[in-house]
């Protein structure tokens, strides 16, 4: 019975919280708020815009880096075997990053 009125309890304030939001959001349906967002890109006007190849790849950077991130807090919790694999990943993010800048895609030059 408790676990019953705990879940119509939870269920009426869910409700009532989506509810006063809706009231009480400011609610702008201009041009640019019902349009879709695309990066930075104006969606109104000429589609024949150029996409920047060099975004892409800094992008992808981004992630690629992001990702070593996440696998360096994983070997940082680990216990002391894992001090090769961590050699090994810190010699592939050092020869990545090297290759990035001998093409010179590290420059911000659109």
């Not at 019975?1 to 009426?12: G, P, R, S």
């Not at 939001?21 to 349906?29: E, G, P, Q, T, W």
């Not at 680990?78 to 290759?99: E, N, T």
Request: charged residues 10%; glycine residues 6%; neutral net charge.
């Amino acid at each position: 019975l408790v676990l019953i009125m705990v879940l119509l309890f939870t269920l009426v304030l869910l409700l009532a919280f989506y509810v006063i939001n809706f009231v009480l959001s400011i609610k702008d349906m201009g041009k640019n708020k019902i349009s879709a967002f695309e990066c930075g890109f104006v969606s109104v006007g000429k589609i024949q815009n150029s996409f920047s190849i060099h975004f892409f790849i800094m992008m992808l950077m981004f992630v690629i880096f992001d990702l070593e991130i996440v696998m360096f807090l994983g070997i940082l919790v680990s216990d002391l075997s894992s001090y090769v694999s961590f050699l090994l990943m810190i010699f592939f993010i050092l020869g990545g990053f090297y290759m990035e800048w001998w093409y010179g895609k590290l420059v911000w030059v659109i």
